[in-house]
């Protein structure tokens, strides 16, 4: 049975940029409804069962056709959430750490590009999804959009830093406002698990 990982901080712990009712409803009903939804989808598989919510997302195109739809909605929305609350730390913010820093100068030209860029991309994600700093080993370090709950891991790319726009990760108190949820966020940005996420092979 796949299990909600421990929230890594309190509710409250990301005010005022993200609030404590958002965080709480974000991971409590949202997350953990996809981590039972998955459960649910998967109770006739024990192989499926055995495997990590990764890889279940990273092998979706083998996964059986009565399973690949609820494996990339819940599957990946169990999986980009877990990755998505480490991305993220009281106090956090600044400006990318370790070995990371260096590759997103080489590649974007400087944090600032990049930091418009991946703002461009967020606020650009049509609907429900997600923006990503996701490293592919034929083309480097790319800025890519997913939509729903999908995931770059499913195309081969390994995902460094992600921001949830669905809205009901900002509506309660941005409302419409994405770009201003955007922009508060890169306040609570976790650059050493993201710089992690990059080192790690």
């Known amino acids: 049975m796949f299990e909600l990982p421990k929230l890594p901080y309190s509710y409250d712990a990301l005010e005022p940029y993200i609030d404590a009712k958002t965080m709480e409803i974000h991971y409590t009903k949202h997350h953990a409804g996809y981590v039972a939804k998955l459960n649910d989808a998967l109770a006739g598989f024990p192989e499926l069962q055995k495997k990590t919510v990764r890889e279940l997302v990273e092998e979706l195109q083998n996964m059986p056709d009565s399973v690949k739809s609820a494996v990339k909605n819940h599957g990946g929305g169990h999986f980009n959430h877990s990755l998505f609350w480490e991305l993220m730390k009281p106090q956090g913010g600044g400006t990318p750490t370790g070995e990371l820093s260096s590759a997103i100068t080489a590649t974007f030209g400087s944090f600032e590009k990049f930091q418009e860029e991946f ?47 669905w809205e009901h990760a900002y509506y309660l108190k941005y409302q419409n406002r994405r770009p201003d949820y955007i922009t508060a966020w890169w306040n609570v940005v976790n650059w050493d698990q993201a710089n992690s996420n990059f080192t790690a092979h």
């Open 119 to 165: 703002t461009k991309a967020a606020a650009g994600v049509f609907g429900s999804g997600w923006a990503w700093l996701a490293m592919s080993d034929k083309e480097g370090l790319k800025v890519i959009q997913t939509s729903n709950q999908e995931n770059p891991i499913s195309s081969g790319m390994r995902p460094i830093l992600a921001i949830d726009v």
